[in-house]
């Protein structure tokens, strides 16, 4: 039987809204947050990225070289594509993102049930990288969802809308990300088998900043998180298409003629992506074996 958030853990999304703004400033948890079983990983010393890693974010990559999302089913081939880890501006204005970890530690049965859980509760989604993580909310409907024991862990989060508030670099953003299934997402699903998918996590994401004005730059993105088996652990392939969104099932370039992502937040995004996973490495499989498998703490 599918369990209930309790109303004061999961405000309303207005009520969230209206308070953004105040979690743009990172406050401390409240005296209630602070009794939830897992608050303590707010407090975690938050392990620094590779250096290595982290400076090949440093330069934009070959764009020659990008992937574009027309040709997402490449992430389904065995081995390696051109570009691993880097970031750049496409040649049509739209920004590219990819990057790769190995988790030694870490499942699919891991990724499935994380992508289900920590939604269910604001201060879920804020343990996961106190430094940029302001807060999460989902709708009744999709909590209830998420809720569902019928469904598999797998399942669970597609069609699911993440209200989040987040600092990729760029200041505090409001996200709606949109998440779908690997079908939907247009991957196919001949070919959807291990060792060469494990699992994944994706769809469309759409931001405005926090303190947004009638100035502020917006713009749709397309986020794939692929994950694979291999000898030395769960590997995770991450993409992003900036400027990008599904039109009838097809990836199209939302950017007006002429218009390029400005770099800062192509690099911004990048940089936070391996700092967020590179605690997730280590996050992940101690929360897991405290809590792994349950619906609700």
Known sequence: MSQIIPEQVQPTYDEYLA???????????????????????????????DPQHYAMMDKPCDPNKALYPEKRNDLLNPGDLDIETGWCNLKNGGGFIANK??????????????????????L???????????????????????????????ERNWGVV????????CGMENIDIHFMSPQDFGFDMTRWKKPNVATFA??????????????SITAPAIMCHIFRETNEGLEHRTRFWLGY?????????????????????????????????????????????????????
């Open 245 to 297: 969104r599904f039109v009838d099932g097809q990836p199209e370039l939302s950017l007006p003629p002429g218009v390029a992502v400005p770099a800062p937040a192509i690099q911004g995004l990048a940089r936070h992506n391996v700092c967020e996973f590179t605690r997730f490495r280590d996050f992940l499989p101690k929360i897991y074996a405290e809590l792994g498998g349950k619906s609700i703490a």
């Open 101 to 122: 970890m190995v988790y030694p530690d870490i499942t699919a049965d891991m990724i499935d049930w994380w992508f289900s859980w920590h939604p269910l509760e604001d």
């Open 202 to 215: 994706g769809g469309v994401g759409w931001g405005v900043a926090v303190d947004k004005t009638d100035d």
């Open 19 to 49: 308070a953004t703004k105040h979690r743009a400033l990172r406050p401390d948890l409240t005296e209630q947050e602070k009794q939830r079983p897992f608050a303590k990983y707010y407090y975690d010393v938050i392990t620094e990225p």
């Open 162 to 169: 993440h209200h989040v508030t987040e600092d990729t670099n």
């Open 124 to 154: 879920r989604y804020r343990i996961w990288y106190p430094p940029q993580h302001g807060g999460l909310t989902v709708s009744p409907e999709n909590r209830k969802r998420l809720l569902d024991d019928t469904i598999p862990y797998r």
